[in-house]
C-alpha cells in the first residue's frame, strides 16, 4: 500500500533512539530523590535521557509443557524520569517469545505459539514444537518522550531485559485430548461485516495419540477438513446468528472448541450535523473558477506555512495532534485563499499506531491486543485490528472530538485498509471488517460537524463515497488506478471493479462524479505525487512523455472528473508544492 509518511525523515534524521539493555538479575536498589534528580540533571546536561526505571527480578513462571501457560513476572518497568522540559508522549511494555536449544548456545528462533500482539503477550500458550527447547523472554519497554516541539522532535527510549527458563518445555499428557484455540482475533459479538476469516492455532497433543486431523464448520455446514496453513474463510453471511466450530482429534479423542457472533446490517449514513454557530462544509470537486479546488498537504511541519499570492489555495490538509485551536482559527480568519473568502482546514489522523502521540500508550486509549505488525518502512506505527470497534471507540472518538474542539472543517482518516494481507497487519481482516468500522468513523465525524475524506482503498471507493465526502489519494498517476476506466474488470477481495457507471468503481472518480444537493459539482479528491518516485518531472524541466509535468497535469486534473493534483516531497513538509495546472 502507498501511503505518505506521517513521520518525516526529516523528524527520523534529528532523533537520538537509544536501545538500552537493562540487567534486571536482581532487584535494583532505589535511590534517593535528590540523587535521582541530580543524576538527571547530568544527563540532560549531556543530552542523554535515562532509559526507562527497572525493578524487580525477571522470571517465567507457569506449566512449562505443550499445551501449558506460562508468564514474565517479577520485573517492572517506569517511564524515566525526565529533564525540565521534556513531555511522555507514550510508554509501552512489549513482550517477545523464542525457543532456543536446550543445550550449548545454539539459535534462538520465534516461539511456535507467538501471536501477532506483543503489546498484549505477557503469558504465552506452549506450542508442540517448543517441546524439548528453552523458553525465552525479551520484555522490551519503551518510552518516547518529546523534546522540542518547534520543530516537533522527540526521541524512543528503550530498556529490555531477557529471562530464560532453565528446563526445557515439556510434552503434552500422555492420553491427554489434543485441542487448539482460535489465535489473532475474531469478530466482535455483533458486526455488519458479512464475511470472516478465522485463524487456528498449531494443536497440543501427545506424540504417543499421533498426530492431529483438524476439521472447520460454519454454522450448520458440513466438517471440512482444515488447510495446512490452519486458516478458514466463512463465505458471505446473512444477517443473523452464526457460528464457527473447530475440531482436533487423534487416537486419544477429541476437543471441540465454538465461537458465535451476529451479523447485523451496516448502520445508514448519517449527515453532517453541524454544530452550533457553525455550518457544515461540504469539499467541493469544483470551486468558483470550475477547477478542482486546490489543496496543500502539511502533515511534516509543527506549524502549517501559508501559501499567498498565485500560490494560495483552499483547502489545507494538516496534523490533528500538532496543530492548535490558534492556528486553525487564524488560518479561518487571518489567511488568504484561493477562490474562497478563507481556506478550509482538514483534520490529518492515523488509523495506525503511532507511539509518539500523547495517546500512544498501548493499554490505555489503545487496547493492547488491537496492535499487530509494524508498518512497513515506519518503526514507529502498527497496524490496528479494526474488528475491534468497541474497544477502539475511545480512541477515536477522543481524536476526532479534539479535532472537532480545534476548529477543523473535515477529517481525513489515514490507514483505513487494514485488510491487507495479513502478513502485512498480522490480522486476517475481511474488507467488511473495514466497513464496519469505517461506517461508524465517518457517521461519528458527521455527528461532530464535519465531513470525512476516504483515503487510498480504491476497492471500497464505490462503497465509501456514501459515508464520506471527498478523498485523498497517493500517486494514482505513478502506479495507475487514478479512473474507474483503468480498474475495470480487475478483481480482489470479492470485489469486482466496473467502470465510473457500474456498480463498483475502483478509481477516484466514484467520487468527483458523485454529485449530491451538497456537492452539486461532485465531491473534492485531492491527489499526491511525490518527487521521490522520480516520475513525474518538476514544471519547465525537459521531460518526456509521461514524466513530463504537463502530461501529469492533463491527465489527473485536466479531465472532466479529475482531481486536485499536486507534486510533493515525500515529507509533506511544505518545501515543494507544485499544484496544477502550472506549477504555481
Not at 476469516?197 to 477438513?225: C, I, L
Not at 468500522?437 to 470525512?452: Q, S, V
Not at 466496473?498 to 472518480?509: A, M, N, Y
Request: overall charge positive; aromatic content about 10%; hydrophobic content about 40%.
Amino acid at each position: 500500500m502507498i501511503r505518505a509518511r506521517s513521520l518525516p525523515s526529516r523528524w527520523l534524521a534529528g532523533l537520538s533512539v537509544a536501545a538500552l539493555a537493562v540487567s534486571v538479575l536482581g532487584a535494583l536498589p532505589p535511590a534517593s530523590a535528590a540523587a535521582s534528580a541530580a543524576r538527571v540533571n547530568a544527563q540532560a546536561a549531556a543530552g542523554v535521557i535515562p532509559a526507562p526505571v527497572a525493578r524487580g527480578r525477571l522470571r517465567i513462571t507457569g506449566l512449562l509443557r505443550d499445551g501449558g501457560t506460562v508468564t514474565a513476572r517479577g520485573a517492572t518497568f517506569g517511564p524515566p524520569p525526565l529533564p525540565s522540559g521534556d513531555v511522555l508522549l507514550s510508554f509501552g511494555v512489549k513482550y517477545t517469545w523464542r525457543r532456543c536449544p536446550a543445550q550449548g548456545s545454539g539459535k534462538c528462533v520465534l516461539a511456535a505459539d507467538s501471536v501477532a500482539t506483543p503489546f498484549a503477550a505477557r503469558s504465552y500458550v506452549v506450542g508442540h514444537a517448543d517441546v524439548g527447547s528453552r523458553l525465552r523472554v525479551t520484555v522490551t519497554a519503551i518510552a518516547v518522550v518529546q523534546t522540542d516541539r518547534h520543530p516537533f522532535t522527540f526521541r524512543v527510549i528503550r530498556a529490555s531485559s531477557t529471562a530464560t527458563t532453565r528446563g526445557v518445555a515439556g510434552a503434552f499428557p500422555v492420553f491427554g485430548r489434543p485441542w487448539a484455540a482460535l489465535i489473532n482475533g475474531t469478530p466482535e459479538a455483533r458486526t455488519a461485516s458479512v464475511e470472516e476469516w478465522f485463524q487456528v492455532s498449531a494443536p497440543h497433543w501427545s506424540t504417543a495419540g499421533g498426530r492431529p486431523v483438524q476439521w472447520f464448520r460454519v454454522d450448520k455446514s458440513k466438517w471440512q477438513r482444515l488447510h495446512a496453513s490452519r486458516v478458514f474463510y466463512t463465505g458471505k453471511l446473512k444477517p443473523g446468528a452464526h457460528s464457527v466450530a473447530v475440531r482436533t482429534a487423534n487416537r486419544y479423542g477429541l476437543t471441540t472448541i465454538h465461537f458465535r457472533w451476529r451479523v447485523v446490517p451496516l448502520p445508514a449514513p448519517v449527515a453532517c450535523q453541524p454544530a452550533p454557530g457553525r455550518r457544515c462544509w461540504y469539499p467541493p470537486h469544483l470551486a468558483s473558477n470550475g477547477k478542482p479546488m486546490r489543496w496543500d498537504w502539511q502533515i511534516g511541519r509543527t506549524d502549517p506555512l501559508q501559501r499567498t499570492g498565485r500560490r494560495a489555495v483552499d483547502i489545507y490538509d494538516i496534523d490533528g495532534f500538532l496543530t492548535t485551536r490558534a492556528q486553525v482559527s487564524a488560518l479561518h480568519s487571518r489567511w488568504q485563499a484561493s477562490t474562497l473568502a478563507h481556506p478550509k482546514a482538514i483534520c490529518y489522523l492515523d488509523l495506525a499506531w503511532e507511539d509518539y502521540r500523547p495517546d500512544g500508550s498501548p493499554g490505555q486509549v489503545f487496547p493492547a491486543a488491537a496492535l499487530g505488525n509494524v508498518y512497513f518502512g515506519f518503526p514507529q506505527e502498527r497496524w490496528v485490528d479494526l474488528r475491534q470497534l468497541n474497544a477502539l471507540k475511545p480512541m477515536l472518538r477522543e481524536r476526532l472530538a479534539r479535532c472537532a474542539s480545534k476548529g477543523f472543517d473535515a477529517v481525513e482518516l489515514d490507514d483505513i485498509d487494514s485488510f491487507d494481507p495479513p502478513s502485512t497487519t498480522g490480522f486476517r481482516l475481511t474488507p467488511g471488517d473495514a466497513q464496519n468500522f469505517l461506517a461508524w468513523a465517518f457517521n461519528e465525524i458527521h455527528r461532530l460537524g464535519m465531513t470525512g475524506l476516504w483515503k487510498n482503498s480504491p476497492l471500497l471507493a464505490w462503497w465509501g463515497r456514501q459515508y464520506s465526502d471527498g478523498a485523498v489519494v497517493e500517486e494514482c498517476y505513478t502506479f495507475g488506478g487514478c479512473f474507474s476506466s483503468s480498474a475495470r474488470g480487475t478483481h480482489a477481495d470479492g470485489i469486482t471493479c466496473t467502470s465510473l457507471r457500474g456498480p463498483q468503481p475502483c478509481g477516484w472518480d466514484a467520487f468527483t462524479a458523485d454529485r449530491t444537493p451538497a456537492q452539486p459539482t461532485g465531491k473534492w479528491v485531492g491527489e499526491a505525487e511525490y518527487g521521490a518516485d522520480g516520475v513525474v518531472c518538476n514544471p519547465g524541466a525537459r521531460c518526456h512523455g509521461k514524466r513530463a509535468y504537463a502530461a501529469f497535469c492533463r491527465t489527473v486534473y485536466g479531465t472532466p472528473n479529475g482531481f486536485a493534483a499536486v507534486k510533493f516531497n515525500v515529507d509533506l513538509d511544505g518545501s515543494v508544492f507544485y499544484p496544477c495546472p502550472r506549477g504555481i
